[in-house]
């Protein structure tokens, strides 16, 4: 089977005519309308028999052109059906859509793409939910936004400004003419009200938009003291009244949703296993595949069933508690546990610490009962903790958070002669910037450690929460919660044997419309070899929307000392040696965040800063590197086969965690697999994929499979195994812990100086750097 990619070129279009003559003569019209050349050219053969050659795993690269031509020749069918949104495709026909509010609603539809595996060619489908646009009057997306009685009285400044942002971008038809539905994108709002604005006409004299709508098309416009919307390009200005427009349906929603769009959102897409099966297969049977005339042309033939394969479950690790407590050891029960009779391994020390509400509606004896049933908590779960804060509660106004923590900092430090440990902050439920502004100020100047605790948890004080806030705590001042009974014993292949280090990286990037943000990267790296509990972290900006870390490794020329060697890397692996007295001999690194398509881009450039971090601390360095992608975003859904077979599932109907694929849905010649560590909570667990780009250690499958398993285990912040290996996890809350670092007045000035030089094979780029951390948080687990 042949195909051809077609492109069409444009010539030069033949010169327009005037309307005088266009209106003598239809048959005028249409012998001197604009004609076009269009040329057709062959591009080239999609040779499948290399495609072949790479499912039996004959070729190591995927013949990317071939796998383009299916997928383009699967997707054209619903390309016209339906709306289509990158791999997905939506439609208001799947299910009635929700309203999320503010002019937003819900719409369902599915994931659809074609994946080489190791039993051929898999078209992988997923159900997903989105936020769109409601096609409303604009009139009426104005009032769900302000509320109806905004439109009565002309629009504050601030009114103004929020409608701008929220229709700026936006398509929508014009209604006040009876057969002509033309369509424009919105560029902004005009200035002034509608019963202002004038414009010039024919004669040179100057003539009201009220007044033409009304002479022109009979349209009375009914609120003249609200803006008109601005269409067109700037040298062309045109201006159209809100009631004589309507939005275009199937417009995706890309900017930020409120929580409370969010939360309604996920109810949404938030499905049971046994239910999202059932969807994906009636998306199957309703998209027809076996009628569809594109994939018979090519001889396509799509099965309606899913695919069966087969699974292990790995077992879960024994975890060792401190010998003082009743349980010294615990096995997790379908990966969970509690803290009941067992006490941290390592417990912290806190002598002084103190606190501040921030909280109006929070009386100090209500916050002081919560600190002193903290504090308890702290000490049942194994800490040292002081009974009572070194100064009495402090109450501010959010508005003053800088102030209002370093004068607690200094009176502390008066009270006690040494500075304070640990700072507990009480935050209104609603807080804007104010959480991220303590945990700058904190981490970056006073160099604090900080515990925020939201009101409703201190009126509603729980047992279960308190002690995961314990756990916290406790890491964050540099102890253990737990460590793995293997390790203890040093009994974990390929770590126990030699010094082992276990990185985990991440980048995470400004959200849409945020041109002058920077990317963060984010880099943690265990520091306390055999337990792999304790994880350092390191964060740095660098270019928006740039995935590969540019400081893994850096050199600079110093005045003095002539050229520096740092970077991430070095500056961890140097923390390693002097946390346990020993180099690293190996190097596992867990990656999070990396598409499919920059895979070899990623390891190219990051293996190789790696290896030169460690070259630069000493000559021959060069420990074994085991290089793995984690991905969590993509469309494989595992379900069991029998869904009433409750043994083979957890109480939410999911996979039981454990569960480990490793065949036949993998990459045909590539070491892969996926891994369901977690028990789902709600909807449908989604396993996480680990791909092995790089091993230098040898590992088994079974034995990168159990140490991945057993690691999801030791997360610090609950009695839970997670959904993804805790160095990636830490990383990922490293780099989202970085964007408050970026220095407030940047923030207001909209920009991110030019300060840094970085590079990446891609030309030069500056980044104002971010705030640094102070040198006594970067030893401990800041971000959890």
């Given at each position: 089977?042949?195909?051809?990619?077609?492109?069409?070129?444009?010539?030069?279009?033949?010169?327009?005519?005037?309307?005088?003559?266009?209106?003598?003569?239809?048959?005028?019209?249409?012998?001197?309308?604009?004609?076009?050349?269009?040329?057709?050219?062959?591009?080239?053969?999609?040779?499948?028999?290399?495609?072949?050659?790479?499912?039996?795993?004959?070729?190591?690269?995927?013949?990317?052109?071939?796998?383009?031509?299916?997928?383009?020749?699967?997707?054209?069918?619903?390309?016209?059906?339906?709306?289509?949104?990158?791999?997905?495709?939506?439609?208001?026909?799947?299910?009635?859509?929700?309203?999320?509010?503010?002019?937003?609603?819900?719409?369902?539809?599915?994931?659809?793409?074609?994946?080489?595996?190791?039993?051929?060619?898999?078209?992988?489908?997923?159900?997903?939910?989105?936020?769109?646009?409601?096609?409303?009057?604009?009139?009426?997306?104005?009032?769900?936004?302000?509320?109806?009685?905004?439109?009565?009285?002309?629009?504050?400044?601030?009114?103004?400004?929020?409608?701008?942002?929220?229709?700026?971008?936006?398509?929508?038809?014009?209604?006040?003419?009876?057969?002509?539905?033309?369509?424009?994108?919105?560029?902004?709002?005009?200035?002034?009200?509608?019963?202002?604005?004038?414009?010039?006409?024919?004669?040179?004299?100057?003539?009201?938009?009220?007044?033409?709508?009304?002479?022109?098309?009979?349209?009375?416009?009914?609120?003249?003291?609200?803006?008109?919307?601005?269409?067109?390009?700037?040298?062309?200005?045109?201006?159209?009244?809100?009631?004589?427009?309507?939005?275009?349906?199937?417009?995706?929603?890309?900017?930020?949703?409120?929580?409370?769009?969010?939360?309604?959102?996920?109810?949404?897409?938030?499905?049971?296993?046994?239910?999202?099966?059932?969807?994906?297969?009636?998306?199957?049977?309703?998209?027809?595949?076996?009628?569809?005339?594109?994939?018979?042309?090519?001889?396509?033939?799509?099965?309606?069933?899913?695919?069966?394969?087969?699974?292990?479950?790995?077992?879960?690790?024994?975890?060792?508690?401190?010998?003082?407590?009743?349980?010294?050891?615990?096995?997790?029960?379908?990966?969970?546990?509690?803290?009941?009779?067992?006490?941290?391994?390592?417990?912290?020390?806190?002598?002084?610490?103190?606190?501040?509400?921030?909280?109006?509606?929070?009386?100090?004896?209500?916050?002081?009962?919560?600190?002193?049933?903290?504090?308890?908590?702290?000490?049942?779960?194994?800490?040292?903790?002081?009974?009572?804060?070194?100064?009495?509660?402090?109450?501010?106004?959010?508005?003053?958070?800088?102030e209002a923590l370093k004068k607690v900092y200094r009176a502390?430090?008066?009270?006690?002669?040494k500075d304070l440990e640990l700072l507990i902050a009480i935050?209104?439920?609603?807080?804007?910037?104010?959480?991220?502004?303590?945990?700058?100020?904190?981490?970056?100047?006073?160099?604090?450690?900080?515990?925020?605790?939201?009101?409703?948890?201190?009126?509603?004080?729980?047992?279960?929460?308190?002690?995961?806030?314990?756990?916290?705590?406790?890491?964050k001042m540099g102890g253990r919660n737990t460590v793995l009974?293997?390790?203890?014993?040093?009994?974990?292949?390929?770590?126990?044997?030699?010094?082992?280090?276990?990185?985990?990286?991440?980048?995470?990037?400004?959200?849409?419309?945020?041109?002058?943000?920077?990317?963060?990267?984010?880099?943690?790296?265990?520091?306390?070899?055999?337990?792999?509990?304790?994880?350092?972290?390191?964060?740095?900006?660098?270019?928006?929307?740039?995935?590969?870390?540019?400081?893994?490794?850096?050199?600079?020329?110093?005045?003095?000392?002539?050229?520096?060697?740092?970077?991430?890397?070095?500056?961890?692996?140097?923390?390693?040696?002097?946390?346990?007295?020993?180099?690293?001999?190996?190097?596992?690194?867990?990656?999070?965040?990396?598409?499919?398509?920059?895979?070899?881009?990623?390891?190219?450039?990051?293996?190789?800063?790696?290896?030169?971090?460690?070259?630069?601390?000493?000559?021959?360095?060069?420990?074994?590197?085991?290089?793995?992608?984690?991905?969590?975003?993509?469309?494989?859904?595992?379900?069991?086969?029998?869904?009433?077979?409750?043994?083979?599932?957890?109480?939410?109907?999911?996979?039981?965690?454990?569960?480990?694929?490793?065949?036949?849905?993998?990459?045909?010649?590539?070491?892969?697999?996926?891994?369901?560590?977690?028990?789902?909570?709600?909807?449908?667990?989604?396993?996480?994929?680990?791909?092995?780009?790089?091993?230098?250690?040898?590992?088994?499958?079974?034995?990168?499979?159990?140490?991945?398993?057993?690691?999801?285990?030791?997360?610090?912040?609950?009695?839970?195994?997670?959904?993804?290996?805790?160095?990636?996890?830490?990383?990922?809350?490293?780099?989202?812990?970085?964007?408050?670092?970026?220095?407030?007045?940047?923030?207001?000035?909209?920009?991110?100086?030019?300060?840094?030089?970085?590079?990446?094979?891609?030309?030069?780029?500056?980044?104002?750097?971010?705030?640094?951390?102070?040198?006594?948080?970067?030893?401990?687990?800041?971000?959890?």
């Amino acid at each position: 089977m042949m195909a051809g990619r077609v492109f069409i070129q444009l010539e030069s279009s033949l010169s327009f005519i005037g309307n005088s003559e266009l209106r003598s003569s239809t048959k005028k019209m249409e012998l001197m309308a604009p004609k076009y050349k269009v040329a057709i050219k062959f591009v080239g053969k999609a040779n499948l028999h290399h495609l072949g050659q790479f499912l039996a795993g004959k070729h190591a690269a995927a013949p990317q052109e071939a796998l383009q031509v299916l997928d383009i020749v699967l997707r054209q069918l619903s390309d016209k059906r339906y709306y289509p949104i990158g791999r997905s495709f939506f439609s208001s026909d799947f299910r009635t859509p929700q309203r999320l509010g503010d002019g937003l609603e819900a719409w369902c539809g599915f994931y659809q793409s074609i994946r080489p595996t190791q039993m051929g060619l898999s078209l992988n489908i997923d159900t997903s939910a989105a936020a769109f646009i409601e096609p409303l009057p604009v009139i009426d997306f104005v009032a769900q936004i302000l509320g109806k009685g905004a439109l009565t009285r002309p629009l504050s400044d601030s009114d103004h400004l929020k409608i701008k942002r929220a229709l700026t971008g936006v398509k929508v038809e014009v209604v006040h003419r009876a057969h002509v539905r033309r369509k424009y994108r919105i560029s902004g709002l005009t200035s002034q009200p509608t019963n202002e604005l004038i414009f010039p006409v024919e004669d040179h004299s100057m003539m009201s938009v009220v007044d033409y709508f009304q002479e022109m098309y009979g349209f009375a416009i009914e609120y003249t003291h609200l803006p008109c919307l601005q269409v067109g390009n700037q040298t062309k200005v045109k201006y159209l009244p809100m009631e004589a427009c309507k939005i275009l349906e199937g417009q995706r929603y890309t900017k930020r949703l409120n929580e409370k769009q969010i939360t309604a959102l996920l109810k949404i897409a938030c499905q049971r296993p046994k239910e999202r099966e059932n969807d994906i297969l009636k998306t199957v049977q309703h998209n027809a595949y076996h009628r569809d005339p594109y994939a018979k042309e090519f001889g396509i033939k799509i099965s309606e069933k899913l695919a069966c394969i087969e699974a292990r479950i790995l077992p879960p690790p024994w975890l060792k508690y401190h010998d003082a407590g009743k349980e010294k050891q615990c096995l997790p029960h379908v990966g969970q546990w509690n803290m009941k009779n067992k006490k941290m391994i390592n417990g912290s020390k806190v002598a002084r610490w103190a606190c501040i509400n921030f909280s109006w509606t929070i009386q100090e004896n209500v916050a002081h009962g919560f600190c002193h049933e903290l504090a308890e908590m702290c000490q049942v779960s194994g800490m040292e903790f002081s009974p009572e804060p070194v100064i009495p509660i402090y109450s501010a106004c959010p508005e003053q958070v800088e102030e209002a923590l370093k004068k607690v900092y200094r009176a502390s430090a008066k009270s006690k002669g040494k500075d304070l440990e640990l700072l507990i902050a009480i935050l209104p439920d609603q807080n804007g910037s104010l959480y991220g502004d303590i945990k700058r100020i904190c981490e970056t100047d006073l160099g604090l450690i900080s515990q925020c605790c939201l009101t409703k948890h201190v009126f509603r004080v729980c047992k279960q929460y308190l002690a995961n806030v314990a756990l916290k705590i406790n890491v964050k001042m540099g102890g253990r919660n737990t460590v793995l009974l293997d390790a203890i014993a040093w009994k974990i292949p390929l770590v126990s044997d030699i010094p082992t280090i276990i990185f985990g990286a991440d980048v995470t990037h400004p959200e849409s419309g945020e041109d002058a943000s920077p990317s963060i990267a984010a880099v943690v790296a265990s520091q306390d070899w055999p337990e792999i509990t304790k994880y350092a972290g390191v964060v740095c900006a660098q270019t928006h929307r740039q995935e590969l870390i540019q400081d893994l490794y850096k050199t600079w020329n110093d005045p003095i000392r002539g050229t520096v060697n740092g970077g991430m890397i070095r500056d961890l692996l140097i923390s390693f040696r002097r946390a346990t007295g020993q180099k690293p001999l190996r190097i596992i690194f867990y990656r999070d965040g990396v598409s499919e398509g920059q895979f070899y881009q990623v390891l190219l450039y990051e293996l190789d800063a790696i290896r030169k971090a460690c070259a630069s601390l000493e000559p021959n360095y060069q420990p074994p590197v085991t290089f793995v992608v984690v991905q969590k975003r993509h469309h494989t859904r595992l379900f069991v086969s029998n869904h009433k077979n409750r043994a083979s599932t957890d109480k939410s109907g999911n996979i039981l965690p454990g569960t480990v694929v490793d065949s036949r849905i993998c990459h045909p010649t590539e070491f892969d697999f996926y891994l369901c560590s977690h028990a789902g909570l709600q909807g449908t667990s989604r396993p996480a994929h680990y791909h092995v780009l790089w091993d230098e250690n040898n590992f088994t499958a079974d034995g990168l499979q159990s140490l991945t398993n057993n690691l999801c285990y030791t997360y610090a912040r609950c009695t839970r195994s997670v959904s993804i290996v805790p160095p990636a996890y830490y990383a990922h809350l490293a780099a989202f812990r970085a964007r408050f670092y970026v220095d407030p007045e940047e923030q207001k000035n909209g920009s991110l100086g030019n300060s840094v030089r970085t590079s990446c094979g891609r030309g030069e780029a500056t980044v104002k750097p971010l705030l640094a951390l102070k040198e006594n948080v970067k030893r401990v687990m800041f971000y959890c």
